[in-house]
């Protein structure tokens, strides 16, 4: 399906890429420089993350209105890994006519917001990461409305008819599931690992999985806790009219029960 998209239009969100961003995201001798200077070439970039950077999510005091005092509070790790992220959603389009993308966007980041304070509560040592992997893990269902808008609405519309999740009535309708095209542009952009793998199998048990990384494993489960939490408390709305599972099978992975999200929730809300 992608394939024959990107063949008919080299100007779709498949066929573009973040390259310097994800460049600098790989390269570990990359500085806060350098991502400033990639800043200084997109105005419409920083002022989109700036304005993530001001979210109370953050509390940073008072106003940032420049990168350099956003790299003293956040580090570079995290102001590197929000870059990447807007960047990689600056590539879409943002006109749908039966789907909010202001609710999904508030979905994404929702899930990236749970997905973080999962990650430091657990002790996983890149928090800020699984941020980025929880804001891009629906990233296939973007690219699905824009080379097939009218097979994302069929699945949409039968997720909420029938109350099911995004992916299952993906399946009832044998549509290329969404994870699957999410991790093909963000293998085509050479976006990290452990992105990749947290947009593929973020609906999957990888536990028992043997070609993933045990490394990787905790970011995925990371996001699979957060993406379902964040459909539980209804924030924000992803075309996934489940209403959410969370259960010991997401619980029992990152040593966490269901006490332990009181805090994770409220965080979210904040």
């Known amino acids: 399906m992608i394939e024959a998209a990107c063949a008919c239009n080299r100007s779709c969100c498949c066929c573009k890429k973040p390259t310097k961003v994800t460049e600098l995201i790989n390269d570990p001798n990359s500085s806060s420089g350098d991502i400033a200077d990639v800043l200084k070439k997109d105005q419409v970039l920083t002022a989109k993350v700036l304005k993530l950077i001001n979210s ?20 570079f790790n995290t102001l590197a890994q929000l870059v990447l992220s807007v960047s990689v959603i600056s590539l879409f389009s943002e006109k749908s006519n039966r789907f909010s993308l202001q609710d999904f966007w508030k979905h994404a980041l929702g899930t990236a917001v749970a ?24 990233i296939g269902k973007i690219v699905l409305m824009q080379i097939a808008p009218q097979e994302f609405l069929r699945v949409t519309d039968l997720s909420e008819k029938e109350k099911i999740s995004f992916q299952e009535a993906e399946r009832r309708l044998e549509v290329p599931g969404h994870g699957y095209l999410g991790e093909y542009i963000a293998d085509k952009w050479q976006l990290p690992m452990v992105i990749r793998m947290s947009i593929r199998y973020h609906h999957a048990d990888v536990s028992g999985m043997e070609t993933m990384l045990e490394s990787i ?13 964040v459909v539980r408390e209804n924030i924000g709305y992803s075309g996934d009219a489940s209403g959410g599972l969370v259960n010991a099978a997401l619980l029992k992975p990152l040593g966490l029960t269901e006490a332990d999200l009181i805090p994770i929730v409220e965080k979210m809300k904040a």
């Open 217 to 229: 494993k905790p970011a995925v489960q990371t996001v699979a806790l957060a993406n379902q939490l």
């Open 56 to 75: 109370p999510y953050y509390g940073i005091p008072g106003e940032v209105t420049d990168i350099k005092r956003a790299l003293a509070y956040l580090g």
């Open 115 to 138: 997905s973080e304070v999962i990650a430091k509560r657990i002790g996983y040592p890149k928090p800020e990461e699984c941020f980025t992997c929880g804001l891009l893990h629906d």
